[in-house]
């Protein structure tokens, strides 16, 4: 994968290397937001592959780099993968990690990490109430 090739040749930590994949990611999420076809099927590849390879990289619960990729990871798997469990499982489980650890950061970190806190609860909100909408429409 290019992402890859460019991290590799310089000395990236961490964190580094999340945000620069993340991204990746996130670029290919929103060209799939309007691509078609056989292109949709490359760039959901491209996308996933991404999400993944950043997502293996070991950061801290209350890391805003890994908290953002949680959220927009969740968000890919909700929207264009069209896999809302997955997208509850991820959001929530980076969510009751991060709920764990919230108690043991400076003030400076709580609100870096809160707000995304925040989101990644807003949507699991959201798309659990969608998914009750939906089942309520399959019972009827």
Sequence with gaps: MITSKVLNKGNCDGESKAFFVKMVGDYYRYIAENAKADL????KKKALNAYEEANKIV?????P????????FSVFHYEVMKNH??????ADRALQEALDKIDELEEDDFRDAKS?????K????????EEDGDNQIDDL
């Design 40 to 43: 949709l099927e490359q760039i």
């Design 59 to 63: 950061l801290p619960p209350c890391n």
């Design 65 to 72: 780099i890994k908290l953002g990729l949680a959220l927009n």
């Design 85 to 90: 469990k997955v997208a509850c499982e991820l």
């Design 116 to 120: 995304i806190i925040e989101l990644l």
């Design 122 to 129: 807003e949507n699991l909100t959201l798309w659990k109430e």
